[in-house]
């Protein structure tokens, strides 16, 4: 079965104070991964969208990494603006393209 | 532009009742999803579809119903509404040409909440 664990649950940082969301992953044969963004009473807002190990995007003060198990969202130098819930999600292989299993979040609170 | 337009924003319902969620997008997308967000839980997936006319189930189909008549419309149905349907309900759609990027475009929820 295909399962995402994201961690921490919640991380609380200072403005300007750098850190790492990790997303694990189980599936059998990755055909993409997937963070989302949302904020309180809205829907998950799209980020990136990895495909194999090793690839990398950025955006703005975000970027994503993959590898075979794990993905990192690394935050650089974070604003309280980038305050939000980061979802990760996967797609197999063998699954059609709309089936998306998502993790439960990582809370981040950055404080000025 | 709307984007992906979801009514109500908020509901109540009795135990038994049955009512329909209504998804429309604007960006001429193909796929249509929705899901169902509970705490502690990831989103789940509960019916999509591929384009008017053709609708599969997801991960938690059970209770709900789903036709596609257009391509912009894709409305969810409560059959016999049940307090374990209490829930965020989240309609996403994405544009299946669009190979570079399998990301949804989400509607902005509809919180729903059986007594």
């Known amino acids: 079965e295909d399962q995402v664990t994201q961690s921490p649950e919640a991380l609380r940082l200072q403005e300007g104070e750098s850190s790492s969301l990790n997303c694990s992953y189980t599936?059998?044969?990755?055909?993409?991964l997937f963070w989302y963004r949302q904020d309180p009473g809205k829907g998950p807002e799209f980020l990136f969208t990895l495909y194999s190990a090793g690839e990398e995007k950025e955006k703005e003060r975000l970027k994503a990494t993959l590898t075979k198990k794990e993905s990192f969202l690394h935050i650089t130098a974070p604003k309280p603006e980038d305050s939000a819930t980061y979802l990760c999600?996967?797609?197999?292989?063998?699954?059609?393209?709309?089936?998306?299993?998502f993790g439960t979040g990582t809370r981040l609170l950055v404080s000025p | 532009n709307a984007g992906v337009t979801q009514t109500p924003k908020f509901q109540v319902l009795k135990t038994g009742q049955s009512m329909t969620l209504q998804c429309a997008q604007d960006?001429?997308?193909?796929?249509m999803s929705w899901y169902r967000q509970d705490p502690g839980m990831g989103l789940r997936l509960i019916h999509y579809s591929v384009g008017a006319g053709i609708t599969d189930q997801g991960e938690v189909p059970n209770g709900y119903n789903v036709s596609r008549s257009t391509t912009e419309d894709f409305p969810l149905r409560l059959l016999s509404a049940a307090p374990s349907q209490t829930s965020v309900y989240f309609c996403?759609?994405?544009?299946?040409?669009?190979?570079?990027?399998?990301?949804?475009?989400f509607g902005s929820g509809t919180r729903l909440t059986v007594v």
């Open positions: 960006m001429n997308h193909e796929y």
């Open positions: 996403a759609s994405r544009d299946r040409g669009n190979i570079a990027n399998y990301g949804y475009t």
């Open positions: 599936v059998s044969g990755l055909r993409g």
């Open positions: 999600a996967v797609q197999a292989m063998d699954t059609g393209f709309q089936k998306l299993v």
